[in-house]
């Protein structure tokens, strides 16, 4: 087997054979060792770590990831049991969350305590649409205005191409932008449990062929960035990408105090100050306190992309001082997640997902995918409430000292 392994580890090196065409000649347990066998030798490290895991990698190395040498280990804990009080999501639920910051899941967990004494949190889906915009050149201003409205006019001839690719994804909407010659085409889709961005891809394309033989415009690109796709936009901020979702509670005076050690009037001020003018100061597309954590966790332990924290940190978060207590809330406006497909199909990401009852497809399409969102959206509730309460109360540096870790909001 040594002798083996040798010959094969002198063909890699002289070119012979190709690292990313191992798994076409032996299993992918083999392929995966040999690989990094490889690689330990080229980078004189020793991955005798990474190359300790227990998910099956038969689909894996097809489906998620290329050049596989091992994998990477992230501690899951959990935060909870939080009551959601959402149309999909209903009951008490453990979070599971991936991370390796201290406090995150101690701070999580006390917000999730917060919300569940007041009686739960109220969720609610107010969008739900994965979008993707091609670009086309036209030959004039003229023209491009004649692509633009052809789109639009002709929306049900654009939905039965886009459709004819997807056994699950309805095109829903569209809308053009033009910038001189260059035509953008926003399209639109309810994509049910999948997070949907290669079925959206591939539909809008089949949309945009269409849009280029009746019009002559000249399709540039798939994404013309107008989708707005794993970047800061305000696009997404003001029309929403995947789910748009808001979580809220009300936490009573007497609960401030105990669970947060300040009051609903400090809770609102710092909120004010922080959250929504210290991020219109820094001219920042997310006024919150750190929705990214939250949403970064779960995504990780549930097998979302998590380059799509950037779009889910796009949250707004409102503190209402109320009679005889306070009225807290995050919006989150492109939150884009799936309960099947990509990474969710990975046995310890889905048992996370099975952890909330979520994993796979609902059994009315989409609804799982929904639920996730709204249990997702009262996770940033929680984090959010427990560091504003932190904060209020003077007491971020000190957790974070007593817990012995570093790091900064």
Same mark, same amino acid.
């Given at each position: 087997?040594?002798?083996?392994?040798?010959?094969?580890?002198?063909?890699?090196?002289?070119?012979?054979?190709?690292?990313?065409?191992?798994?076409?000649?032996?299993?992918?347990?083999?392929?995966?060792?040999?690989?990094?066998?490889?690689?330990?030798?080229?980078?004189?490290?020793?991955?005798?770590?990474?190359?300790?895991?227990?998910?099956?990698?038969?689909?894996?190395?097809?489906?998620?990831?290329?050049?596989?040498?091992?994998?990477? #280990?992230?501690?899951?804990?959990?935060?909870?049991?939080?009551?959601?009080?959402?149309?999909?999501?209903?009951?008490?639920?453990?979070?599971?969350?991936?991370?390796?910051?201290?406090?995150?899941?101690?701070?999580?967990?006390?917000?999730?305590?917060?919300?569940?004494?007041?009686?739960?949190?109220?969720?609610?889906?107010?969008?739900?649409?994965?979008?993707?915009?091609?670009?086309?050149?036209?030959?004039?201003?003229?023209?491009?205005?004649?692509?633009?409205?052809?789109?639009? *006019?002709?929306?049900?001839?654009?939905?039965?191409?886009?459709?004819?690719?997807?056994?699950?994804?309805?095109?829903?909407?569209?809308?053009?932008?033009?910038?001189?010659?260059?035509?953008?085409?926003?399209?639109?889709? *309810?994509?049910?449990?999948?997070?949907? %961005?290669?079925?959206?891809?591939?539909?809008?394309?089949?949309?945009?062929?269409?849009?280029?033989?009746?019009?002559?415009?000249?399709?540039?690109?798939?994404?013309?960035? %107008?989708?707005?796709?794993?970047?800061?936009?305000?696009?997404?901020?003001?029309?929403?990408?995947?789910?748009?979702?808001?979580?809220?509670?009300?936490?009573?005076?007497? %609960?401030?105090?105990?669970?947060?050690?300040? *009051?609903?009037?400090?809770?609102?001020?710092?909120?004010?100050?922080?959250?929504?003018?210290?991020?219109?100061?820094?001219?920042?597309?997310?006024? +919150?306190?750190?929705?990214? +954590?939250?949403?970064?966790?779960?995504?990780?332990?549930?097998?979302? *992309?998590?380059?799509?924290?950037?779009?889910?940190?796009?949250?707004?978060?409102?503190?209402?001082?109320?009679?005889?207590?306070?009225?807290?809330?995050?919006?989150?406006?492109?939150? #884009?997640?799936?309960?099947?497909?990509?990474?969710?199909?990975?046995?310890? #990401?889905?048992?996370?997902?099975?952890?909330?009852?979520?994993?796979?497809?609902?059994?009315?399409?989409?609804? +799982?995918?929904?639920?996730?969102?709204?249990?997702?959206?009262?996770?940033?509730?929680?984090?959010?409430?427990?560091?504003?309460?932190?904060?209020?109360? #003077?007491?971020?540096?000190?957790?974070?000292?007593?817990?012995?870790?570093?790091?900064?909001?």
């Amino acid at each position: 087997m040594v002798y083996i392994m040798d010959e094969q580890l002198a063909k890699i090196r002289s070119g012979d054979l190709k690292l990313y065409a191992l798994e076409k000649l032996m299993p992918a347990d083999e392929a995966v060792s040999l690989r990094r066998k490889y690689i330990e030798e080229e980078t004189s490290t020793d991955l005798s770590a990474v190359g300790s895991y227990s998910i099956p990698i038969d689909r894996v190395v097809v489906r998620n990831i290329e050049n596989m040498i091992g994998c990477v #280990q992230i501690p899951v804990g959990v935060a909870g049991p939080v009551v959601v009080n959402g149309e999909y999501a209903k009951g008490s639920f453990w979070l599971p969350v991936a991370t390796t910051e201290g406090a995150l899941t101690a701070s999580i967990n006390r917000g999730c305590s917060a919300i569940t004494k007041a009686g739960g949190a109220e969720v609610r889906i107010l969008r739900d649409g994965m979008t993707r915009a091609p670009i086309f050149a036209a030959t004039s201003v003229a023209h491009a205005t004649e692509v633009a409205r052809w789109a639009e *006019d002709n929306l049900l001839l654009l939905k039965t191409a886009a459709e004819e690719t997807t056994h699950h994804g309805e095109m829903i909407g569209l809308t053009t932008y033009v910038v001189g010659t260059n035509v953008f085409v926003r399209f639109e889709f *309810d994509t049910k449990d999948a997070m949907g %961005m290669n079925m959206v891809t591939i539909a809008s394309e089949a949309a945009a062929k269409l849009i280029e033989e009746e019009t002559g415009a000249r399709m540039v690109s798939t994404s013309g960035n %107008m989708c707005c796709d794993k970047k800061p936009s305000a696009i997404n901020v003001i029309e929403g990408r995947g789910k748009s979702v808001s979580a809220g509670v009300f936490l009573p005076d007497e %609960m401030v105090a105990s669970v947060f050690k300040t *009051d609903a009037k400090t809770l609102a001020e710092v909120n004010m100050r922080k959250n929504l003018v210290g991020s219109a100061r820094a001219v920042s597309l997310g006024f +919150n306190a750190h929705a990214a +954590n939250a949403i970064a966790a779960i995504f990780l332990a549930c097998g979302q *992309d998590p380059a799509h924290v950037v779009e889910g940190s796009n949250a707004i978060t409102t503190v209402d001082a109320v009679p005889g207590g306070v009225y807290v809330a995050v919006s989150l406006p492109s939150l #884009q997640v799936g309960t099947v497909g990509g990474g969710t199909t990975i046995a310890t #990401q889905n048992a996370c997902l099975s952890i909330l009852g979520v994993a796979g497809g609902g059994e009315n399409p989409g609804d +799982n995918a929904k639920a996730f969102a709204e249990i997702v959206a009262v996770a940033v509730l929680a984090g959010e409430l427990s560091l504003l309460g932190a904060l209020g109360a #003077q007491h971020l540096a000190k957790a974070h000292q007593e817990l012995g870790r570093g790091g900064s909001k």
